[in-house]
């Protein structure tokens, strides 16, 4: 089966710039989560969907972060401004719906705000 | 809160065994993890063990928890040099494996 694909793997933008991350999660995995880790610090969790429902968005800083997944399948992530200190690089994971279920993760998104 | 703690880094010898350690705080996890990232590469998941468990042997990787001391290594036997990479320790917490990470242990294995 493909795993989770996540677009673009690397992004560059200036300071108060927009960027859409994307992840496509697993066929058929209901919980999608992102994550980011940020100047080499610890993964912090910043949401999670099931299906196109938010179940948990306790981890996303602030409102500059808006997370969308229509219709169930991929998700996006928007930052709008980006400042600096939002780079990082954003992972995104998935997991069955039912049962134990590790997360699969993807590749990653490196955002960098210069 | 919840903090899983893992020193920095690790060199080894090709062949040698490596041990990563890490050490968490929330006593009611029920999952504890480790993940291997290699270099552009996403988050692999390596291995689990249940918070009911002492100890987890897959091939060359050996799990052992200790949850009156909030302990949880990985000793991976014969170190090869494709084992280098980042190694996140992470337990889970709130369901729906929401789960938090330690900072990582880069492995560096010399041949």
């Known amino acids: 089966e493909a795993g989770v694909t996540q677009f673009p793997s690397h992004s560059v933008i200036e300071k108060g710039q927009t960027v859409t991350l994307r992840c496509d999660p697993i066929?058929?995995?209901?919980?999608l989560y992102w994550y980011r880790r940020v100047m080499g610090k610890e993964i912090k969790f910043l949401l999670h969907?099931?299906?196109?429902?938010?179940?948990?968005e306790s981890g996303m800083p602030n409102n500059r972060f808006l997370a969308e997944r229509t219709g169930g399948t991929y998700s996006t992530l928007k930052v709008q401004p980006a400042e600096l200190e939002d780079s990082g690089v954003y992972f995104c994971?998935?997991?069955?719906?039912?049962?134990?279920?590790?997360?699969?993760f993807g590749n990653g998104t490196r955002l960098t705000v210069t | 809160g919840e903090d899983v703690e893992q020193s920095l880094f690790l060199s080894v010898r090709e062949g040698d065994s490596s041990v990563i350690n890490c050490t968490y705080t929330?006593?009611?996890?029920?999952?504890l993890y480790w993940y291997k990232q290699e270099p552009g590469a996403g988050l692999q998941l390596l291995t689990y063990?249940?918070?009911?468990?002492d100890m987890k042997q897959d091939q060359r990787l050996t799990v052992l928890l200790n949850k009156k001391d909030k302990h949880l290594s990985l000793r991976i036997a014969d170190t090869q040099t494709g084992d280098s990479a980042i190694y996140f320790c992470?337990?889970?917490?709130?369901?729906?494996?929401?789960?938090?990470f330690g900072t990582g242990t880069k492995l560096q294995v010399i041949p």
């Open positions: 994971a998935s997991s069955r719906g039912e049962g134990y279920s590790p997360l699969h």
């Open positions: 066929s058929g995995h209901d919980n």
């Open positions: 969907f099931v299906k196109e429902s938010k179940q948990d």
């Open positions: 929330d006593s009611s996890s029920t999952y």
């Open positions: 063990i249940f918070s009911n468990m």
């Open positions: 992470a337990e889970n917490y709130g369901g729906y494996q929401k789960v938090t």
